[in-house]
């Protein structure tokens, strides 16, 4: 039998946003014993003395007293660099562009602060993410949030069962809207504060100028799929994404150019003329690492909803896994901008099955 909500204890991780300000108002209103806990996981002061990680404190302690909750932050800033940032360079060294909000939910959200929260006592973690967890069964099931445009289990398809099993999601059934509502409702500090948006390590500045302080760019050339004819230079391949059409610099008449590949034997990006050019498009990919969110690993293929970016549209696929952890997915229909080193999440209606890093893409053009 489980506890009465006033004898199950709650640690919130609070970023000083609404999301999370609402889930420790929810849980609060609900009778738990509430501790909101802010996660320092990134040294963000700037040129000035200026960080954006006192300032989202401040929000989370003003929160925080309005709730009548203790409050504590925790520093993860060795964790975050081992476990995501040194990931995240070594997956741009590789030529791949990585995913550091699944790598930082599996390893930082869900790992160290969890276990920081058990120290406390804690029975449950919560998170202002807008997912739903569900036992059927005496298993943990991860479902999407009902806000279709806000749902975030693209972001959390790395989860184990065991870590599921100690997460709750109180906004998950809500709609962003109301979830503002319900802060504007409580005079919350945080009612009006805009979501933040980009990688959180690098924030408001320019990735390129980001990058390129703790990685050795090599310059080369742009050459087309077909010819192999130059047009233009790039400044390194890593500040390149498939599929990218901003920041080329090839001018001249006709359809705009696209990224369509990586040459990283000869440092050369290849580049198409087209939104339908047939180097964006591939027919299915090579996934590694995959997490099965029931701990159990199919054996047999199967058909099931995927994405390969977030909030793209679901798209049907045939998966194949295999028993070293990889599998292989084609696609019913030619998808485009695949990326390796993005997730690619499986779904079987609003549940979600799991997920795993695109390693390989299966293009059509250079299997031909």
Known sequence: MSKRPED???????????????????????????IGMFMKNWDDTDE???????????????????LDIPYYAVNFEKEYWDKVFTYFLEEYKAGRTPNPDVMCNKEIKFKAFLNHAMTLGADYVATGHYARVKEIDGVTQL??????NKDQTYFLNALSQQQLAKVMFPIGDMPKSEVRERAHAANLATAAKKDSTGIC?????????????YLPATPGEMRTLETDEVKGKHDGLMYHTLGQRQGLGIGGAGEPWFVVGKDLERNVLLVGQGYDHYGLFSKGLEAIGMNWITNEAPVEPFTCMAKFRYRQADQPVTVYPHADGT????????????????????????????????????????NA
């Open 143 to 148: 479902l999407r949030g009902v806000d279709d």
């Open 48 to 66: 000035t003395g200026f960080c954006t990680a006192t300032e989202d404190y401040d929000d989370v302690i003003r929160v925080c007293n309005q």
């Open 201 to 213: 390590f690098i924030g408001e500045r320019d990735f390129k100028e980001f990058l390129s302080t």
């Open 327 to 366: 599998a292989s997915i084609t696609f019913d229909e030619d998808q485009r901008a695949v990326t390796p080193g993005q997730a690619v999440v499986l779904y079987d209606g609003e549940r979600c099955l799991g997920g795993g890093t695109i390693d390989v893409v299966l293009t059509n053009w250079e």
């Open 8 to 34: 199950t204890r709650v640690v919130v991780g609070m970023s000083g946003g609404v999301d999370s300000s609402v889930t420790a108002l929810l849980l609060k209103e609900q009778g738990y014993d509430v």
